[in-house]
């Protein structure tokens, strides 16, 4: 198939576009290159600058003529997106609508969307299923939540099928170490752990010790992606080939603790780790796991780089390459 990837220089894009181009698809990144980077770009695909803010850049990319395309264009930082709702409408909303719009004038049917568990918000039970309410508890978890009912709008008016992948905790590197572009301030657990081992922040904040969890961190479902990036390969064909959309969680089903990840971070790093445990950040869920039942049964979906183990020692692998963030050594 033809596909054309949104976001495909991008930290999760980049890794969706290496799994896309082993399926054997023709592959083409379009990027503003805001926060994804050139040297995530595989040569074998082809790459459009643009910006998904602009209809005209939008519409002259899908003009192209594809089969199908994936949708990662968007900002995703939980914290900006209370602080500066805007950027977060223009970019993920807007820039969804035109993406859409664009699709439908030039005929691309096929659409896979980067949703995330943040449209759960606080979770009722876990392991959290698809039928589990959504009530998202920040901006960014809305303009996702909302971006999944234009598309199920778009599909019953204008026959788009589409596949909302809704991804837990993202985490891990290509263990081929074909992608090592590092994200420009990283605002998750893994990659601060991994700055704090190179030795480029004092310690590890840990926020919050007294959860209601084994040893009083939070639980998170860490999923490797490399895992996220094969869903989207399997989800696309399932959505072509079945005429159907769908909305699936995607994670290991495994939920580790903060302190958990840091051990085995201190393991095979073999650096101190330093941590502090400080109070708890507001809005923070003791535990959230997924089920991905459905994933399995639909799109045939095993997570196979996904233990704790493999998910810091990519990511490590990446880290020392860089003697500073931005420097390679
Ligand atoms: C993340 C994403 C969110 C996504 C969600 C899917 C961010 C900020 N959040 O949320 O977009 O939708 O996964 O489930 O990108 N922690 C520390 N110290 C730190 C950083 C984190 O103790 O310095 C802890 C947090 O309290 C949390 C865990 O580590 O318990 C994971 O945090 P984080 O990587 O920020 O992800 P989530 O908040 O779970």
């Known amino acids: 198939m033809k596909v054309l990837v949104l976001g495909g220089a991008g930290y999760i894009g980049s890794h969706v576009v290496k799994a896309m181009l082993a399926a054997g698809h023709d592959v083409t990144v379009f990027d503003n290159l805001g926060s994804g980077q050139l040297g995530n770009l595989f040569p074998e695909a082809k790459f459009i600058a643009g910006d998904i803010r602009h209809a ?18 968007a900002y995703k930082a939980v914290g900006e997106s209370m602080a500066e709702p805007e950027k977060y409408s223009v970019n993920n909303i807007s820039g969804t609508l035109n993406m859409l719009n664009a699709a439908c004038a030039h005929g691309c049917k096929n659409v896979v969307f980067s949703s995330s568990a943040a449209v759960f918000g606080s979770p009722q039970y876990v392991p959290i299923d ?50 090592d572009g590092l994200e420009r301030n990283p605002q998750n657990l893994l990659p601060i752990v991994m700055e704090v081992a ?76 330093p941590a502090a445990y400080v109070g708890r950040r507001s809005g923070d869920a003791s535990a959230l796991y997924a089920t991905s039942a459905l994933a399995r049964e639909t799109i045939g979906w095993a997570p196979k780089y996904s233990d704790v183990e493999t998910l810091v020692a990519s990511t490590w692998k990446v880290y020392q390459k860089y ?6 050594k």
């Open 198 to 273: 190179s030795g480029w922040r004092k310690e590890l904040q840990i926020f919050g010790q007294d959860y209601d969890t084994r040893d009083g961190t939070c639980v998170r479902d860490y999923v490797h992606v490399a895992d996220l990036a094969q869903a989207h390969v399997n989800a696309l064909a399932y959505i072509a080939k079945n005429d159907r959309s769908l909305t699936v969680n995607l994670g290991s089903e495994k939920g580790v603790t903060v302190t958990e990840m840091v051990e085995v971070a201190r393991k095979i790093t073999g650096k101190e780790i």
């Open 56 to 73: 005209d850049d939008v519409n002259a990319a899908f003009a192209r003529g594809f089969d199908g395309c994936v949708h990662l264009a």
């Open 323 to 328: 003697k500073a963030p931005g420097e390679k």
């Open 130 to 179: 698809e039928r589990h309410p959504t009530d998202p508890e920040s901006y960014y978890g809305f303009t996702k939540l909302e971006i999944e009912r234009f598309l199920a709008w778009y599909d019953r008016l204008k026959g788009v099928r589409y596949a909302a992948l809704r991804y837990f905790n993202a985490a891990g590197y290509d263990v081929d170490g074909r992608i």
